[in-house]
């Protein structure tokens, strides 16, 4: 497998950095010679404040939106007046989502005794999550080390020099409003303020932030705040060295030192709100960051660095994919060399899963557009949850790559979104349950975004939280976890079903219809122009139809008597199966209308392929080969998300010739494009320096995405069988993975070799009972009792069988 990450030329730009995190501290790594500078974020911070959403709602209501002017809204749809309709429903949207924002720059500079010093590289380990430098010269070496450290709760940086001694300086700065700052011999300390509002860029007529106690903005209903409310946060820095301390201007300062060793913790109000701690003032969150800072230091440094190592390794070492000719270490800057799939695919693979791991974990918020890894204060499209495809994709690789646990925060996400959800869902459509929108952030924001101007398209999508909840039924058939489901995930579920049910209409027809309905970003050619309103879209049919199969599926589990499962099924008979068009594929709309861009990155219509599994290839060949002809008519292979999710499209259509066509187009450097505010964004296409996914300036779900991708290549079991290499392409090379997880409680690995199995094992963590395998058209079927192994030979013959 590929462990280490390699880049030799130092990084001059931030995105050109190497990413670390623990599920809330993240840091963009950038060393070098002169400066170790890590760019850290806390994944609680946010604009915003928990309560702000209510506001808008009020005044949106006060305005007029609400039941009444819904069914005006649905009578314009019903008889055509699709301006009409798209005029009264932007009475329904509220401003915007907050923004992720970025918190702390930590510096050391460094000055070194003797020659002008060199740069030695860099390394990432993706099995170990620890960064790595040299810097050199002909009188010392210097080692520089830095992992953020999930028991710890802070960031480690370690600074080592054999030979001569060095000089540093530390500073810790931040670019929102600093309150107080204090440096000691034994660190540093940051009080922080945090905006109570942030605009996003894209609404330019918007003053970008507010601060608490800002003069409020005419026709602004959330710039009353919650009084209550208290924006802060504490960043601590504690340092241990064998050199000589003195503090000057604000900033440690280090001389003739060997050995520093620094912790960076932080303490924020989001935190308690997020945990449901009881409130800090802003001593006591200077306080706890000094005590959590001052904790992670108290251990020597192997062994701080050795529990986090124990935390992370078994997460990152669940599952490895490796090819004949693939490296332990890959030279980023060399990425796109041949032998590229033997090079590149492990690595992305591993790249993606240490991100995942790096950027979601129990006890931290759900992965946001760009992770943990933020440098904007005005990220694009305010680096929040956006629901339509975004944070599907981020977590679509969890279970099946052995990383379960990360699926905890989108689970509290949901939580909060059903939360909020519940009142947007009574005051603006009278219905039961909970709404999720087009975008959330952190305080669960539920509501319509674009200010009363957005266009439908893309501000209104009424099945959000629709899609994004059937995540927790998909956790369990992975896990099996009972306890889980009833506690945890049933009350979400039954939630997101009740309004499902309450937002299906009965107009007359055979079919059950959401009404008004769009499939999200996209329009259809209507009259003149281009239209985004109709009913009973492709999306919401499929997402509805699985979010109501899950309460079944969930509910018989459990064994409930409860009258929604009763409803979910008479109203799951009702509600139109996905059909073909008279284009010969997947309708996407309604009825059939045309594409004023055929080739539009989305592929909402085909949800139901994957990632629900709804449509299957060998049940229903004609749905497989509409949704085949709607990814050649659709597919942006060199684009962003679009990309991961098209090679996922071709793994469930067993076409691993075509995924594979797709990976290449994007093993070559992006090049960046200075008309996308600024020389740190790209545009769309390949790879930046650091490994992420070109994008402006980037997403991480291109990169959470693609292990997802390769994992459905390699192996399917949502058809209610494993299936071995369903998609294997026949161009590659000799390999194997192992680690994958299978539907079921399995654990499964394979072997190939020119296109054919050679060898595979199921072990099962879960459950008990039989378990049909297949390898192209060969099925066997096994029995295999809990905690039971078995070796299969390229035949699926029983080669060994164990306990």
Request: glycine content about 10%; proline content about 6%; cysteine-free.
């Amino acid at each position: 497998m590929t462990r280490i990450l390699r880049w030799e030329d130092q990084p001059n730009r931030w995105i050109e950095g190497s990413p670390i995190g623990n599920g809330r501290l993240g840091a963009m790594v950038l060393g070098t010679v002169e400066v170790l500078h890590l760019q850290i974020n806390d994944g609680t911070v946010w604009s915003g404040t928990p309560d702000s959403w209510r506001a808008e709602l009020d005044a949106l209501v006060a305005a007029g939106a609400g039941p009444e002017a819904l069914e005006r809204v649905r009578v314009a749809v019903r008889e055509g007046r699709l301006d009409d309709a798209e005029r009264l429903l932007m009475g329904f949207e509220g401003t915007y989502s907050q923004e992720f924002l970025p918190y702390l720059d930590l510096r050391v500079r460094m000055r070194f005794a003797g020659s002008t010093p060199a740069y030695r590289g860099r390394t990432l380990d993706l099995l170990e999550a620890v960064y790595d430098d040299i810097v050199e010269n002909d009188l010392v070496r210097v080692e520089r080390r830095a992992w953020a450290s999930r028991p710890d709760q802070a960031v480690h940086v370690e600074i080592r020099a054999e030979g001569a001694a060095v000089d540093i300086e530390i500073d810790l700065t931040t670019r929102l409003r600093t309150v107080d700052r204090r440096a000691d011999r034994d660190g540093l300390v940051l009080l922080v303020e945090i905006p109570v509002d942030g605009a996003p860029f894209h609404e330019s007529q918007v003053e970008p932030m507010r601060w608490r106690g800002d003069r409020k903005r005419p026709g602004h209903p959330a710039d009353g705040t919650d009084d209550a409310w208290g924006p802060v946060a504490a960043a601590a820095v504690a340092v241990e060295t064998d050199g000589e301390v003195v503090v000057r201007d604000g900033r440690v300062v280090i001389g003739r030192a060997h050995v520093i060793r620094l912790a960076v913790a932080s303490s924020t109000a989001a935190e308690d709100w997020f945990s449901g701690a009881p409130g800090l003032d802003r001593a006591a969150h200077g306080r706890r960051a000094v005590e959590r800072a001052q904790a992670a230091l108290s251990r020597d440094g192997g062994t701080a660095l050795r529990r986090h190592v124990d935390d992370v390794r078994p997460l990152l070492a669940a599952a490895a994919l490796r090819f004949e000719g693939t490296p332990e270490e890959v030279v980023v800057d060399r990425l796109d060399a041949d032998p590229v799939d033997a090079i590149a695919v492990p690595a992305l693979f591993q790249y993606g899963r240490y991100l995942l791991v790096a950027a979601s974990r129990p006890g931290g918020p759900a992965v946001n557009l760009q992770g943990l890894w933020n440098d904007d204060l005005r990220p694009p499209w305010s680096s929040n949850y956006t629901t339509n495809i975004n944070v599907q994709m981020h977590y679509w690789g969890a279970d099946p790559t052995g990383l379960g646990d990360t699926v905890e925060p989108l689970l509290h996400l949901l939580e909060v979104m059903a939360a909020t959800g519940s009142e947007a869902a009574r005051r603006l459509y009278g219905v039961d349950g909970w709404v999720g929108h087009h975008n959330t952030d952190l305080w669960g924001w539920p509501l319509p975004v674009g200010m009363g101007h957005g266009d439908p398209a893309w501000a209104i999508w009424m099945t959000g939280g629709t899609w994004l909840v059937t995540h927790l039924m998909e956790h369990h058939r992975f896990t099996l976890d009972d306890a889980w489901l009833g506690s945890r995930a049933w009350p979400v579920l039954r939630g997101a079903a009740a309004f499902a049910l309450d937002w299906l209409l009965d107009e007359g027809g055979p079919w059950l219809v959401t009404n008004p309905a769009t499939s999200p970003e996209n329009h259809f050619v209507h009259g003149d122009g281009a239209a985004a309103l109709d009913r009973a879209t492709a999306i919401d049919r499929a997402v509805i139809s699985q979010v109501l199969h899950d309460t079944i599926e969930a509910g018989g589990i459990l064994g409930l008597d409860d009258d929604i499962i009763g409803r979910a099924r008479a109203a799951l008979a009702r509600i139109e199966p996905d059909a073909v068009g008279g284009d010969g594929r997947i309708r996407e709309w309604h009825v059939d209308r045309a594409d004023p861009d055929p080739a539009h990155g989305h592929f909402s219509a085909l949800v139901g392929l994957y990632p629900l599994g709804r449509i299957d290839v060998d049940a229903r060949p004609d749905l497989a080969a509409a949704a085949s002809a709607f990814v050649s008519s659709r597919s942006h292979p060199a684009e962003g998300w679009p990309w991961v999710w098209s090679i996922a499209l071709r793994a469930r259509l067993r076409d691993g010739e075509a995924a594979e066509r797709i990976m290449h187009t994007t093993f070559r450097p992006a090049e960046p494009d200075p008309d996308l505010r600024g020389a740190d964004h790209w545009a769309w296409g390949g790879l930046v320096p650091t490994l992420l996914r070109a994008h402006s300036p980037f997403q991480v779900d291109v990169s959470l995405g693609f292990p997802a991708a390769i994992a459905e290549i390699l192996l399917q079991s949502h058809a209610g069988e494993v299936h071995l290499l369903p998609a294997l392409p026949p161009a590659w090379p000799p390999g194997e993975v192992v680690g994958l997880r299978a539907r079921g409680g399995l654990i499964v690995d394979a072997e190939w070799a020119h296109g054919r199995l050679r060898r595979a094992s199921l072990a099962r963590i879960a459950g008990s009972g039989t378990v049909v395998v297949r390898f192209g058209d060969t099925r066997v079927t096994i029995d295999l009792a809990a905690g039971a192994r078995v070796e299969l030979d390229e035949q699926l013959r029983l080669v060994a069988s164990g306990g």
